[in-house]
């Protein structure tokens, strides 16, 4: 997977999500606001991009890019400790994140990050809170292929004092040099700080193929990643033990094998290598049903 390089380093692409709790995180739709702000705002300070979001009532998820690791844990420990202080001052709820784990994932590769991408975007589908998932309003999803923005009702945040912004979104960070939008009700515009460029690039600029992936992504399977602690690989470095056989076994490389070829790896990816189906399955480009099969039997 091609990375962009900034002054800081080697940018990376990460998944970050929160086990649900029991009880709600968010009680009216002010409180989602609140918390898309506070996404907002603690990205912009510790220099992420968010690439996709989506705030479910118990749980929240954000793909994001960013060349400091450090920050991705940064990003997720300020936006837990700021939302539970407003939370508790709104509700008088307590710690609306106590005891909540984090699953923080870095994406190595294409094929998996679109499928993170629509894995978070289907999130309130599989909830059953959505037919669809852009009738969800709690996720970055209408923030990709706009043809026109609606920005009447919001100004930049360039356009106010910085002293009086800060008051108006509750926050200690100036915002004031950012891109962001502030609505007419004091909240930043969702579209003013999600790379949506991003995300309309890695769907080929097609909003039809985005929602595709959305439709068809395997969701249990990346269910299974996040609370799977024993992975020993990332895909990239899988990626390259496989292509190291291909050219030890075939004398070829990796994208040209046949099926046959490729699925005669599968044992030692498993066994020697520890990789799961899933993951077996996306490198090959086989069928996860035969890969099963094949592991099934050992």
């Known amino acids: 997977m091609e990375k962009r390089m900034t002054n800081e380093g080697q940018v990376k692409l990460f998944h970050i999500s929160t086990k649900g709790k029991d009880s709600s995180l968010f009680i009216d739709e002010s409180d989602y606001s609140k918390a898309i702000d ?53 509700h008088q709820v307590e710690h609306a994140f106590r005891d909540v784990s984090v699953s923080i994932k870095e994406i190595d590769s294409i094929q998996y990050f679109k499928n993170c991408i629509a894995y978070i975007m289907r999130n309130p589908v599989e909830a059953g809170v959505a037919r669809n998932a852009d009738q969800y309003e709690w996720s970055s999803y209408n923030c990709y292929f706009r043809n026109s923005e609606n920005n009447a009702l919001a100004l930049p945040a360039s356009s106010y004092q910085k002293r009086f912004l800060m008051d108006k979104l509750e926050t200690h960070t100036d915002v004031t040099g950012s891109k962001m939008m502030i609505t007419k009700n004091g909240n930043i515009l969702p579209s003013s700080f999600v790379n949506h460029a991003f995300v309309e690039n890695l769907y080929d600029v097609s909003r039809e193929v985005m929602s595709r992936f959305i439709s068809k992504v395997n969701y249990s399977a990346i269910e299974y990643e996040l609370a799977y602690t024993g992975i020993a690989f990332q895909d990239s470095e899988v990626i390259k033990i496989a292509s190291n056989i291909a050219r030890s076994w075939y004398s070829k490389e990796l994208s040209i094998l046949d099926a046959a070829e490729r699925s005669k790896m599968v044992k030692i990816l498993k066994l020697k290598y520890k990789a799961n189906s899933y993951q077996i399955s996306r490198v090959l480009g086989l069928d996860k049903r035969m890969v099963d099969e094949i592991t099934g039997k050992l």
């Not at 990205?43 to 793909?63: G, K, P, T």
Request: proline share 0%; charged share 20%.
């Open 38 to 90: 506070i996404c907002a705002i603690g990205a912009y300070a510790l220099r992420i991009d968010i690439i996709a979001y989506c705030m479910m009532s118990n749980h929240v998820h954000f793909a994001v890019l960013t060349a400091s690791e450090k920050n991705v844990n940064r990003f997720i420990i300020r936006f837990k400790k700021c939302y539970s202080k407003y939370f508790n001052e709104k």
